[in-house]
Every structure is written in C-alpha cells, then in structure tokens.
C-alpha cells in the first residue's frame, strides 16, 4: 500500500504533459510513441542536490500522512530524479527561455518568496492573547444567552403574510402552509424549518422578532427583512450551547491573523502609491 501511495505521487508530477499528450490527435492507425528520452542516470546516481531531498522530506513529513521509512526516501530519490531528467529535456528544446515561461518561473519564485515573507510576518506578529480573549468575549455576547428553533413562511408581499397568519389563527397547520406557500426554497419542503439558532444568526428584524415571541406562538404581525415578509413560529428555545475559549482559539487566530494581514497588505499598497 505504501509503495502505491509513493508511485501516485510520482505519476501526479507526470499527468499535466500526460493531459496534454491526451489531447494531440494520433496521425494514424500506425503512430508510433514517442522514444525514451536521452538523458539517463545509470541506477544509484543521484542528479539533486541534497537540500531538495532534506525539503522535500520535511514537507511530506510535515503533512502527517507519511511516515520517514526507507520506500518513502526512495520515491523522494525517484521523482527528484525524474524532476531533474525532465527539465533537462525541457532546456534541450528551449522551453525555458519561451517568454511565457519565463513568466511563470518568475511568478513561481515570487510566490514561494511571499510565502516565506508571510509565514515569518505572522510568527514575528503573534496575535496577543487578550485580543483572542477579547474577540471571544464579543462573540459570545453577539450569540446571548439563548437559541430558538423556529420555523417561518417567506412571502413577498405584506398582505400574503397577513393572509396566512389569518390562517393560522383559524387553526391551519403552520408546515402545510410553509410547504404550500412558503418562497424560501431551502426550508419550504422541510416545513420552514431552521433547526436551531441563535438570533445574531439572523439579520436583525427576524433575530428580535424570535426574541419576542413566546415558545409555541407565531409572530402576530409580519415581519419585514430585505428578503421579504416573514411570519416565524417559535417551537422551542433553550440556554445557548457556546463553546469554550479553548476550543474555539486556533480559529480565532486564524481569523484575527487575516485581519491583521489584510490591513498590512492595504498599508503596505497604501504607503507604497499602489
């Protein structure tokens, strides 16, 4: 199984020319393959220097779905072998110095210059754990203390709404009358279901209209959004499950770090006339 997982990786740098061999017609019932090319490493020869085998090792370890074990050194040989050999071939026939490669040679070093950049910004930037904390604490007070399961009914104009709470006063059946006439498309079929929710996961006027309305009683008067007219039924409510500081904190981080790169990114264009 290991050995398969390491030949997948070889071939995965071998499918984009495989794709464009693909797509080139055969000139004939007759059309013979291509030879083998000319550059050759007799078996053991080793055509990289010993810093890309240390790299390519480190990252294929780092991504913890290998383990560092003989089979998976020599398919690191192999296909840093391969690598070597092919772009021989490709000066061979002068594909580097075409002006679109030269382009993306140098967009692919800028990228791993950038990347490089922006990994020590952020270890040189930590994001304070007060901020963190702080962050979580405005969270938590924009969730409260409560969720609601509730269901609604979206219709497009004010005196539909009125219409089907007149029905629901009759004594209709508040998911006949969202499957029969609700325009929301995600919760229609199911009732007008929204499982449950917090309020600041709504816009405003739904989120305190379910805040209003007592458990098992529907809205007494339409309510409107930029989406339309709602009439929302809340079924049940209970005390808001909110996770702890901990387990939310390495998405925290992640959040409050592109917060910070992006404004760097705005001062860096800003400062620079860009």
């Given at each position: 199984m290991k050995r398969m997982i390491a030949a997948g990786a070889a071939l995965a740098l071998l499918l984009p020319a495989t794709a464009v061999l693909a797509q080139q017609p055969a000139k004939g019932k007759d059309a013979t393959p291509p030879k083998a090319a000319a550059a050759t490493a007799p078996a053991g020869k080793t055509l990289y220097p010993q810093s890309q085998f240390d790299?390519?090792?480190?990252?294929?370890?780092?991504?913890?779905q290998a383990q560092d074990t003989?089979?998976?050194?020599?398919?690191?040989?192999?296909?840093?072998?391969?690598?070597?050999?092919?772009?021989?071939?490709a000066r061979?026939?002068?594909?580097?110095?075409t002006a679109d490669m030269k382009t993306q040679m140098d967009l692919a070093g800028q990228t791993v210059l950038v990347r490089a950049y922006v990994a020590d910004w952020i270890q040189k930037n930590p994001v304070p754990e007060s901020e963190l904390k702080g962050e979580y604490d405005k969270i938590k007070s924009q969730i409260g203390d409560k969720e609601y399961k509730?269901?609604?009914?979206?219709?497009?104009?004010?005196?539909?709404?009125?219409?089907v709470?007149?029905?629901?006063?009759?004594?209709?059946?508040?998911?006949?009358?969202?499957?029969?006439?609700?325009?929301?498309?995600?919760?229609?079929?199911?009732?007008?279901?929204?499982?449950w929710n917090a309020p600041a996961s709504f816009v405003k006027p739904f989120g305190d209209a379910m805040t209003k309305t007592s458990?098992?009683?529907?809205?007494?008067?339409?309510?409107?959004?930029?989406?339309?007219?709602?009439?929302?039924?809340?079924?049940?409510?209970?005390?808001?499950k909110v996770p702890s500081f901990d387990e939310v904190k390495p998405q925290l981080q992640q959040r409050l770090q592109a917060?910070?790169?992006?404004?760097?990114?705005?001062?860096?264009?800003?400062?620079?006339?860009?």
């Open positions: 790299l390519l090792l480190k990252e294929r370890l780092a991504q913890g003989p089979e998976l050194r020599n398919a690191i040989r192999e296909e840093l072998n391969t690598r070597e050999l092919l772009a021989r071939e061979k026939q002068g594909l580097d110095k509730v269901r609604h009914i979206l219709l497009e104009k004010e005196d539909e709404a009125k219409d709470i007149a029905e629901l006063q009759k004594g209709a059946k508040f998911e006949d009358l969202a499957k029969a006439r609700s325009k929301d498309p995600g919760s229609k079929d199911k009732g007008g279901d929204l499982d458990k098992g009683k529907f809205t007494p008067q339409p309510v409107q959004t930029q989406f339309g007219w709602h009439v929302i039924l809340v079924e049940d409510e209970r005390a808001a917060q910070w790169l992006d404004k760097y990114f705005k001062d860096l264009r800003a400062k620079n006339g860009v």
